[in-house]
Structures are given as C-alpha cells and as structure tokens.
C-alpha cells in the first residue's frame, strides 16, 4: 500500500492535472489580444494596457492604422479596406485565434475584419466602440448619436479629406476625467481624420460577424460615442459578456487597470 502511494505522489508531481492555467504558477492560461484604436487616435493610447497585460504573460498587438499616429500613410489612401488589411495582417502574425479589441472607430474595422477572419478570432470585445449593422457606414451611427458631444464642434475639411476636433474641445470629447498629463497626451498625439472610412458602409452574414463570440464594454461618461448610442447598437445583438465602465471615452488613458481588469474578465 505504501509503495502504491508513493507512485500516486510522484505521478502528481511529474504530471500535475492542468485545467486552463498553470498548476505551478496558478496563473491563468495566456491569451492573445489585438487592440484597435478609434478615430484621432493611435497605437499609443493603448502603451499602458498593452504593459499591464503583457506583465501577465498575455500577447499583445497594437495596430497603428493607416494615416494615424506615427505612420506616415497619405489621407487619400486611408480607406476602410486599408484599415482591415492592417488588422488582418496583425491577427496572422500573432498566436491565433486572438482576443480582437476595437475602440471606437476601431469597432467598425473590427466587425469587418470578423466578416472574414471569423476563424482566427477567439472574441471581439467593443469599448465604447461602433458595432455597425451589414450596410450601415460609421457616419449613419454617429449621426444619429444626439447625445454625443462631438457633431456641434466637429469641423469637415473637404478639400483635404479629413475631419477636425479643435484643441480646446478634445478634452471633453475623449477624456473629460483625465489628468492633466492624460490629457496633453491626447493633445500632443491628435491628427486630423481622414473622412472616407467614415462614409464606408460594412458588410456583414450571419454566417461571418454573426458567428463570432462577442462582448461589449460600456463607458457610461462618454461625451463621443453616447452610452444611449451603444446600448442602442447592442440592443438585438447577443453578447457574450458586458461591462459599464464609469468613464469618459478613453479609459484605457484614464483607468488602464479597469480595462486590463475588465478584458481579463471577458
């Protein structure tokens, strides 16, 4: 009896039972996420979540989208199908399937690259973020949002393709709860918007987009994308799992360990 319990002790030890984390660290399994940021943004308001999640074994991709941030992109190619091949192109590179994160803007790319790339996606996860029906373009969305803050003071630049936010109005328009050092980040990194992806209608089956697990994190302060406009766009849609934040529209700058927290949780 006593040599059987022995044997028991070393099997236990040699292979411990693992049941989606590491026995050994108590750690949960690691996870693969891309992140996707929204308009007048780019990779960089994602740093202080992309840090926090990599600290705990997660992968993590930021995509910098054409004609945002540092990249150097002409307005006139910045379309929606550029913006997709981006994302699309990050997924391939990076351990499948993937957690696929939209913010935004950023939201209507994701639920395009999920039209196709269904597969290879584990979850989306919207934060206060445009989830488009199939023919709907960003504009129908934002158009419709008479709660928001940004139609009275965006300014349309035709000839140059983009569209504008004045300085004085970015705070209360992406991060009316931010530090003053939160703040002049969004500040010192805007650029202007190129306006063609925002007239783009999306495509979507159920048998794409409809087919993909999906989550949806409300930001219950936001002054660009309304919290009566985001549960107006999810009101038909089945979602895995929901969170409200109390923030404005960047918690990721304002509150990065809530959403570190909260994506863990989805």
Request: some cysteine.
């Amino acid at each position: 009896m006593k040599s059987i319990q022995s044997l028991a002790l070393l099997l236990m030890i040699a292979f411990p039972v693992i049941d989606g984390c590491d026995s050994s660290s108590g750690t949960t399994a690691q996870k693969s996420y891309v992140l996707v940021h929204g308009a007048w943004m780019g990779a960089w308001c994602w740093d202080d979540v992309a840090s926090g999640l990599r600290a705990k074994g997660d992968t993590v991709a930021t995509v910098e989208l054409p004609a945002h941030g540092a990249d150097q992109t002409p307005v006139s190619d910045a379309t929606l199908d550029a913006y997709v091949a981006k994302v699309a192109a990050a997924i391939d590179a990076a351990p499948q399937p993937v957690i696929l994160v939209g913010h935004s803007m950023g939201g209507v790319v994701v639920t395009e690259v999920a039209e196709t790339d269904g597969a290879k996606i584990d979850r989306l996860v919207y934060i206060g973020a445009y989830m488009p029906k199939d023919g709907q373009t960003l504009n129908d969305l934002a158009s419709s949002d008479a709660d928001s803050h940004l139609g009275p003071v965006l300014q349309i630049d035709t000839v140059n393709g983009v569209a504008h936010i004045p300085s004085e109005d970015l705070q209360d328009i992406f991060i009316a709860d931010g530090t003053a050092s939160e703040i002049a980040s969004v500040v010192s990194n805007y650029r202007d918007e190129p306006l063609a992806p925002f007239l783009t209608p999306v495509h979507t089956t159920a048998a794409g987009w409809g087919a993909v697990s999906k989550a949806y994190v409300y930001t219950k302060e936001d002054h660009a994308v309304s919290l009566s406009l985001q549960q107006t766009m999810t009101a038909d849609v089945t979602l895995a799992a929901t969170a409200m934040l109390d923030t404005s529209h960047a918690p990721f700058l304002s509150r990065p360990d809530l959403v570190i927290s909260t994506l863990q949780s989805m």
